[in-house]
């Protein structure tokens, strides 16, 4: 069985904002990819959209991986190996990795250092009250975990798994369903690049850098 500890669920208010927030910067998004261009194009471009790529693909298995984990159990369970042994939210900082690397993927690598940035900001506080949330529903146990494990960055030499861990199939299912927007979004940026390379989307706007 895996290292972990039970506690009755405790939800976080923080979640609440979380998809709205989420839906507005996807909206923002869209219609900035829409009205403006790159920089530049050719092997800056192609490197970018390969970086991009690979960034999508590690926040992908990442996230199944740590779903593996946490499924089903988010806030009943707290868990301390696998993925949650190397940093304490690997669910956020692989979706990181997946939204730094869709930014990307669209050739503005300024647009990924400014989504970077706020996605930090903002789940800095989604943290904290999750923290806080956490430290009164495990208490010590919690408090051992938080001292001892990385926040965000992962810290690899910490790793360590059981042998054995409970799945919940279907919720891990519902995860693997979340990701994949990651890759509509892909297809979505390749899409109106294509739009905007044949003339059927008007740019009003070229990136400085």
């Not at 593996?68 to 979706?95: H, M």
């Not at 949330?133 to 938080?146: P, S």
């Not at 927007?181 to 892909?186: H, V």
């Amino acid at each position: 069985m895996s290292k972990a500890t039970r506690h009755p669920a405790i939800p976080s208010p923080s979640r609440r904002f979380r998809k709205p927030a989420s839906a507005i910067l996807a909206l923002l998004f869209i219609a900035v990819l829409i009205t403006t261009q790159p920089p530049y194009y050719g092997w800056w471009s192609f490197a970018m959209q390969a970086a991009g790529l690979l960034l999508v693909v590690a926040g992908t298995f990442g996230r199944l991986w740590c779903a593996l984990y946490i499924a089903g159990y988010k806030d009943s369970v707290l868990r301390v190996d696998g993925p949650y042994s190397i940093c304490r939210n690997p669910l956020y900082f692989f979706s990181f990795l997946g939204l730094v690397g869709i930014m990307l993927y669209s050739q503005i690598w300024l647009m990924a250092v400014i989504a970077g940035v706020l996605f930090k900001i903002y789940y800095h506080f989604v943290i904290r009250a999750e923290q806080k949330v956490l430290q009164g529903g495990f208490g010590e146990t919690y408090g051992d975990y938080l001292k001892k494990t990385p926040c965000f960055f992962p810290k690899l030499s910490l790793y360590h798994s059981a042998k054995e861990i409970t799945v919940q199939p279907a919720k891990v299912l519902g995860v693997a369903k979340d990701v994949v927007w990651f890759f509509i979004a892909l297809i979505g940026i390749a899409i109106i690049n294509k739009l905007h390379i044949c003339g059927a989307l008007p740019m009003y706007w070229t990136w400085p850098i």
